[in-house]
């Protein structure tokens, strides 16, 4: 690969680089770094040698895709971050060990070592060890700049960690994978690990796998490659970013609550609907499709995204599709079916579950158009103010429409969800949509720049959480100069 291409996370040596903001929001960041340096001295005795930081992110559109193989189109949050600070101390252990503070009490104290059990249930200590595992697998690694790949030379050291995060948590805005990215940014520093922004993206994914998320990777690819004032298509196999400018309009992100999520479940519904369409469209290798994109690449001739709905409606009936179908159709025996493509990510009441197969692959091609859709618009540059004005109304469209699929066909909504995307709409938003796994948490909303006061005034009456982002930098290693 092109080291030129591929840059690893950069390194500063001040705040400001490593933020969009100016004025009181910008001297609110420098604080929380000169907090963060005090209440490290204060428990370790030393300050900290540097810092890494990894931003959580918004989806602008292209939901529940990513895990089918298709592109997202996501920004980082501009100041919503995971920062941890650190100091390596070398020598007197026997393995690595990783002493973990964080600034807030909800998340207690731990002492994790190289062979730390990674099964404790809830844990927010489970982040940093799968971070610290998915860097242990890639020690090999040669880095994308074609360095690195020797046994990884650091003795045995004591790593000391105080974290502070404010991405919310639970919501959409992907804290989980904030946390994740940052560490194994700050362990990948302390290992002197150098590895490019795309293989520390993909090691962060994998290394949530290890949690039993089977994430699609969008949260990780933009933590790492998000850059100020751009939003990203985002796309898979192999990782890479492309700019996406947004014409004028502001972006805002509402909360409602957090409820739980059948994340897993839908990636087993959209693994099977693969599975399915591939052998009813007489794709030889069907047996090998594990996703929905597979379907159109092996597909001869290609069938493009309209294409493929139309598949989706002609061959997968719209009522749910139980195991012993599923066995049936496939020819494998039901204990086949479970091993195969549920494997160990659907766990319980495996027997009882029924699996939508038609709503949730149609949802995926049409959303996957819907993102490339909204890229072209946003790559058109407008002639006019009136012709940037339809523009925006397209993207909220379908914005819009992304909504209403995610909640009538991907049944990822909840009616406090579709409820807010409603009232955003009706003060002003062009398009107002779940951001995230869905089922709570957030929405997105694009709204006209002169529509933006009143927007927030009228939305905040009824849903006072209320962030107004810009698109800001990934994830980068901080390094104080000493005085
Ligand atoms: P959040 O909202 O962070 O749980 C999840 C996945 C994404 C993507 C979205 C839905 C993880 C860490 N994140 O995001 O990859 O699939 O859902 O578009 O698995």
Partial sequence: MNSAAIPLPPVFHTVDEMYPLEGEDLKE???????????FEKIYG???????????????????????????LPMALDRQDTIMAVRVVEGNVQ????????????????????????????DWSRYVLAAYRGLEQAKDLVGDDGRGGEEKQTPPQTINILTHGT????????????????SSLALAQANKQRLSKTQMADLACKAERFIGMESGGMDQAISFLGEKGKAKRIDFDPLRASDVMIPEGGVEANKYATLGSGYNMRVVECRLAAVLLGKALGIED????????????????????????????????????????????????????RKDYLGRIVVEDVNQKVFHLCQRSLHVYTESKRVEDFQAICQTKAASAEEASSQLEVLGKLMN???????????????????????????GAVGSRLTGAGWGGWTISLVPTHKVDAFCTKVKETFPELLVTKPGTGAAVYVPIAH
């Fill in 401 to 427: 429409e992304s909504h209403f699929s995610c909640r009538d066909l991907f049944a990822c909504s909840c009616s406090e969800l579709d409820q807010l995307t409603a009232l955003c709409r009706e003060a």
């Fill in 46 to 72: 030393s300050a900290p040698a540097y810092f890494a930081r990894a931003p959580g992110r918004v989806n602008l559109i292209g939901e529940h895709v990513d895990y089918s193989g298709y592109g997202v």
């Fill in 167 to 182: 991405v919310p948590i639970g919501s959409g805005l992907s804290s989980s994978s904030a946390l994740v990215c940052a």
């Fill in 286 to 337: 069907w047996v090998q499709i594990r996703r929905l994109i597979d379907v159109q690449k092996l597909h001869k001739p290609q069938p493009s995204l309209e294409d493929l709905a139309g598949f989706v409606k002609q061959h997968l009936h719209e009522e749910a599709y139980s195991l012993n179908e599923l066995a049936e159709l496939t020819g494998f025996d039901v204990d086949r079916v």
């Fill in 95 to 122: 393995e690595d060990t990783i002493n973990l503070h964080n600034v807030s009490d909800r998340f207690p104290t731990r002492a994790l070592t190289a062979s730390s059990s990674i099964d404790v249930a809830h």
């Fill in 29 to 39: 960041i420098q604080s929380r770094y000169t907090n963060l340096t005090q209440q």
